[in-house]
């Protein structure tokens, strides 16, 4: 079994930043991609960023050139630094991890609430 467990989330301004970071723990051969989804109240789950084992990223259309997604292979961890957060940002962020053999696993989410 695979656990994830974020952190960082919170209340903030509009134009100020916040980092979530995502520890996975438990029976792991190997990682592949990590990342992060959000789900706003009445609105569908939203990819904001993934990374490939080898640093390959991909972003959602709205946190592109604001958000920036890395990982540490070596603590399994996954890291979201969010910048120029906008009241739209506001949702539950939750982190993903496509481990081998074992299949894909999601957090409990973390809740990030820009205010204007």
């Known amino acids: 079994q695979v656990k994830l467990v974020e952190s960082g989330g919170g209340l903030v301004q509009a134009g100020g930043s916040l980092r979530l970071s995502c520890a996975a723990s438990g029976s792991i051969f190997r990682i592949n991609d990590m990342g992060w989804y959000r789900q706003a109240p009445g609105k569908q789950r939203e990819l904001v960023a993934t990374i490939t084992s080898g640093g390959i990223t991909i972003y959602g259309d709205s946190v592109k050139g604001r958000f920036t997604i890395s990982r540490d292979n070596a603590k399994n961890t996954v890291y979201l630094q969010m910048n120029s957060l906008k009241p739209e940002d506001t949702a539950v962020y939750v982190c993903?991890?496509?481990?081998?053999?074992?299949?894909?696993?999601w957090g409990q989410g973390t809740q990030v609430t820009v205010s204007s």
């Open positions: 993903t991890a496509r481990v081998s053999v074992t299949g894909d696993y």
